[in-house]
């Protein structure tokens, strides 16, 4: 059985993880190296390092505390953030992840796409969307570029299928409008997204409890679910989670958690 997966987000800032609410007012939470190891242990499926400011800033990843994460752990590692060339895509591989995020580089030179496929296979390459309600898109969503700032007039649904036929292997829809506010996920977008496209898709942005996570994870709806929040706060565990999900009837890898209570 097809079995779906939970993603931690380490959104990082100056070398320090941070969280906001809908892309704003974001706070320090954490060594990323030191957060990335135990969620490892916890027993997360797979971990993705967003350099949050770098594409604003025009400035390359944070390759060194990438790297840093990467040594700690032995689950898929997705690296994004100021990714504009392949030989940026190198870098990031030779710094130990397995997948690479694209997003607002990607929005702006859509060839990226096909140049990193055709370099490092489509399964290595994974679409970045920021996305919030926009009633002048045909889908209802507008996508959004440098973490939230600016509008790119490009409707989700149209971007996501482009994509996809460029060679994108997976695509993370992340809900503007949601995030942070721990009161669930933008279901109305992500099942619209998960219909169109053949690749899987990763919700993101809005998870407060186990429930809204088996929501987003049943049927016609996300491949995978990302949190942090409800982590990086401490209000549960990796372990809590996947067995509250779990229950719920959700296939997820639980090999991890045999010896827990």
């Not at 186990?210 to 929501?215: D, G, L, R, T, V």
Request: hydrophobic residues 40%; contains cysteine; aromatic residues 6%.
């Amino acid at each position: 059985m097809f079995q779906k997966r939970i993603i931690v987000c380490l959104d990082v800032r100056n070398g320090k993880t941070t969280k906001g609410i809908k892309f704003k007012g974001n706070i320090d939470v954490g060594d990323p190296v030191e957060m990335a190891e135990r969620y490892y242990q916890e027993g997360v499926d797979e971990l993705v390092f967003y350099d949050i400011t770098a594409s604003s800033e025009r400035r390359g990843i944070m390759i060194d505390v990438a790297r840093r994460v990467a040594e700690q752990i032995f689950v898929p590692f997705c690296v994004g953030g100021g990714i504009a060339s392949v030989d940026d895509m190198s870098g990031v591989i030779m710094a130990g992840a397995e997948k690479i995020s694209v997003n607002s580089a990607a929005v702006r030179n859509p060839a990226i796409i096909e140049d990193g496929a055709n370099r490092y296979g489509s399964q290595c390459i994974v679409l970045g969307m920021d996305v919030a309600a926009d009633e002048s898109m045909p889908s209802g969503y507008g996508v959004f570029v440098d973490g939230g700032r600016i509008r790119t007039g490009k409707d989700m649904l149209k971007w996501a299928k482009e994509a996809e036929d460029r060679g994108v292997g997976e695509i993370v829809l992340n809900s503007i409008d949601a995030d942070g506010t721990q009161n669930g996920y933008e279901l109305r977008a992500t099942c619209m997204l998960s219909e169109a496209v053949g690749v899987p898709v990763v919700a993101s942005g809005g998870a407060g409890r186990p429930e809204h996570i088996a929501e987003v994870l049943g049927p016609g709806k996300a491949d995978a679910a990302l949190i942090a929040s409800m982590v990086h706060h401490g209000n549960y565990t990796i372990a809590q989670i996947k067995k509250e999900v779990a229950s719920s009837g959700i296939p997820i890898r639980q090999d991890s958690l045999t010896d827990l209570p």
